[in-house]
Nanobody, 123 residues
Framework: QVQVVESGGGLVQAGGSLRLSCAAS????????MGWYRQAPGKQRELVAV???????NYLGSVQGRFTISRDNAKNTVYLQMNSLKPEDTAVYYC?????????????????WGQGIQVTVSS
């Protein structure tokens, strides 16, 4: 079974930085795209950034140039470096990973979400 653990959220003043981490564990054979989403109160969940297995990245327009997504394939971990944070970045952030793992002698696909981590940016 695959599990993920997020870390790195918290409270920061506008203009500050935070780094989120999302580490997957289990009998993982491969991880495809890794992404970060966020959901602010009263709003729908939105894709913030995604990185493919080949390292290609894509960002939400409002975070382009401020956020950087990266991955460590050896650790099955995805990071989100958030700089120049704004109050409108306040939300619960979720990571999402998909790939293949070994279970009961079979190869199975997985698509898993992190538990969510609060990021609060004060003005």
């Amino acid at each position: 079974q695959v599990q993920v653990v997020e870390s790195g959220g918290g409270l920061v003043q506008a203009g500050g930085s935070l780094r989120l981490s999302c580490a997957a564990s289990g009998r993982i054979l491969s991880v495809n795209a890794m992404g970060w989403y966020r959901q602010a109160p009263g709003k729908q969940r939105e894709l913030v950034a995604v990185i493919t297995s080949g390292g290609s990245t894509n960002y939400l327009g409002s975070v382009q140039g401020r956020f950087t997504i990266s991955r460590d394939n050896a650790k099955n971990t995805v990071y989100l470096q958030m700089n120049s944070l704004k109050p409108e970045d306040t939300a619960v952030y979720y990571c999402n990973l998909g790939g293949t793992h070994s279970s009961g002698g079979y190869y199975r696909t997985f698509d898993i979400w992190g538990q969510g981590i609060q990021v609060t940016v004060s003005s």
